[in-house]
């Protein structure tokens, strides 16, 4: 069964402009959590959709947004980037959304900005 | 305000010998605890989690111990082998859906020396 697909792996954008990132779950999951790497701060949560409705916020200013669809994809808009926003973007997705419910992670979207 | 640490950013072992990686939390909401490994260019994997009435969770060569009072679990791989080698990452989530996510320990990189 195929996992977390994300799209693109790899971006460099400008300062201002803003970005979009897709994340396809795995079948049948209908949560999925945006996270935020970054060397200094590690692991961060940015939000978690389920059934197209976001259900958790982390503490990321409102330039972060996201969406999920029907079927569960979603995607992250980061608008007006700043040299900061340069990360590894994580989708997880998850069947429910329990804190028991193990989370599946993708490769990321490493986003540059210069 | 970090509620999830793990104060060794890295650590080295011989192959065959036990690796102990430690973290400690704050909020006294968090109920559910998992350990990821990753590996550069990949994201997180899930390793091993267990829930605050437990003390103990074991699963081959990995086992997690929960000490509440003290608000501190460690993973012990035993043995360690060179494959391990890897950024391993401690996460909590407190229960109950509506407050689901994980907040993330900076991570620490084991190495595994053969």
């Known amino acids: 069964k195929a996992g977390v697909t994300q799209t693109p792996r790899y971006l460099i954008k400008t300062r201002g402009q803003q970005v979009t990132l897709s994340c396809s779950p795995i079948?049948?999951?209908?949560?999925v959590s945006w996270y935020q790497q970054t060397p200094g701060q590690g692991l961060q949560f940015l939000f978690e959709?389920?059934?197209?409705?976001?259900?958790n916020k982390g503490n990321f200013p409102g330039r972060f947004s996201g969406r999920q669809f029907s079927n569960s994809r979603s995607e992250m808009n980061v608008s007006t980037l700043e040299l900061g926003d340069s990360a590894l973007y994580l989708c997880?997705?998850?069947?429910?959304?329990?804190?028991?419910?193990?989370?599946?992670f993708g490769q990321g979207t490493r986003l540059t900005v210069v | 305000d970090q509620q999830v640490k793990q104060n060794s950013p890295s650590l080295s072992v011989q192959e065959g010998r036990i690796s102990i990686l430690n973290c400690d939390y704050t909020?006294?909401?968090?109920?559910?605890f998992l350990w990821y490994k990753k590996y550069p260019a990949e994201g997180p994997t899930f390793l091993i989690s267990?829930?605050?009435?437990?003390d103990k969770n074991e699963d081959g060569r990995f086992t997690v111990f929960l000490n509440k009072s003290a608000k501190h679990l460690s993973l012990h791989i035993v043995p360690s082998q060179p494959g391990d080698s890897a950024v391993y990452f401690c996460?909590?989530?407190?229960?109950?859906?509506?407050?689901?996510?994980?907040?993330f320990g900076k991570g620490t990189l084991l190495t595994v020396n053969p």
């Open positions: 997880a997705s998850s069947l429910g959304w329990g804190a028991d419910t193990e989370a599946f």
């Open positions: 079948s049948g999951h209908r949560s």
């Open positions: 959709y389920f059934s197209e409705t976001q259900r």
């Open positions: 909020n006294s909401m968090f109920d559910y």
């Open positions: 267990i829930s605050s009435i437990k």
């Open positions: 996460a909590a989530s407190p229960s109950g859906g509506s407050n689901y996510k994980l907040t």
